[in-house]
């Protein structure tokens, strides 16, 4: 059983276009995040939920809407998609303990995302 | 904050030793590292909490001087499996866990 499943793995498709990524963890953690990866690999984090509760937004464009359903479950809606939304999107998921979220990430295998 | 790692890139031969290094500006509650291969996602290695600890897993072992707000990684007698990019990831009092730019390991035979 996959931790931490992405689905679709690979999308390539046409700027101006919308698309979804979905994640799913069978973790029972309570935090689940998405990160975008670039072409220099740099791990940037866009959003975190809590329990279903959006707590952390970084300066992304409002194009991109995360959504949690449960707190299985991260989706990511991207709208009219632009060249540089072009990277590796990976969802992870955590453990909050004593007040303080200190648990190790599980990632899932990411979604690489080609805009032409 | 995104921590900075040093250096940016290391080429060992099998059974040498390598140090990771990763400092921030800001106090830190909590030091993450990670090490991904290539096509792969970030795996896990280790968490080092607020107090100064020492850590080890298998070869691989991490100190954080949390005055110094700094991370090292202690890579001991590399192996061929070592190869990858190896992340710091800083938290300070939240729950953003954010990510420096990477150090990429080569282990060749």
């Known amino acids: 059983d996959t931790a931490v499943s992405q689905t679709p793995k690979y999308l390539v498709t046409q700027m101006g276009n919308d698309k979804s990524i979905k994640c799913e963890q069978n973790?029972?953690?309570?935090?689940m995040y998405w990160y975008k990866q670039d072409s220099k690999k740099f791990l940037k984090i866009m959003f975190s939920y809590n329990n279903k509760e959006l707590i952390i937004n970084e300066t992304v464009p409002n194009r991109f809407s995360p959504k949690s359903p449960d707190k299985a479950h991260l989706n990511l809606h991207i709208n009219s998609l632009e060249l540089g939304d072009s990277a590796v999107y990976f969802c992870?998921?955590?453990?909050?303990?004593?007040?303080?979220?200190?648990?190790?990430?599980?990632f899932g295998e990411g979604s690489r995302l080609t805009v032409l | 904050q995104q921590p900075v790692q040093s250096p940016q890139a290391v080429i060992l031969r099998e059974g040498e030793d390598a140090v990771i290094n990763c400092s921030s500006s800001k106090a830190l509650y909590s030091v993450h590292w990670y090490r991904q291969k290539h096509g792969e996602a970030p795996v896990f290695l280790m968490i080092l909490l607020k107090g100064g600890e020492q850590k080890g897993h298998e070869k691989i072992s991490a100190s954080f001087n949390e005055k110094k707000q700094q991370s090292s990684l202690y890579l001991t007698a590399s192996q061929l499996s070592y190869s990858g990019t190896y992340f710091c990831?800083?938290?300070?009092?939240?729950?953003?866990?954010?990510f420096g730019a990477g150090t990429i390991l080569r282990v060749k035979s």
């Open positions: 990831g800083t938290r300070n009092y939240g729950n953003k866990l954010v």
């Open positions: 973790l029972g953690h309570d935090t």
């Open positions: 992870a998921s955590s453990q909050a303990g004593g007040g303080m979220n200190t648990g190790e990430l599980f």
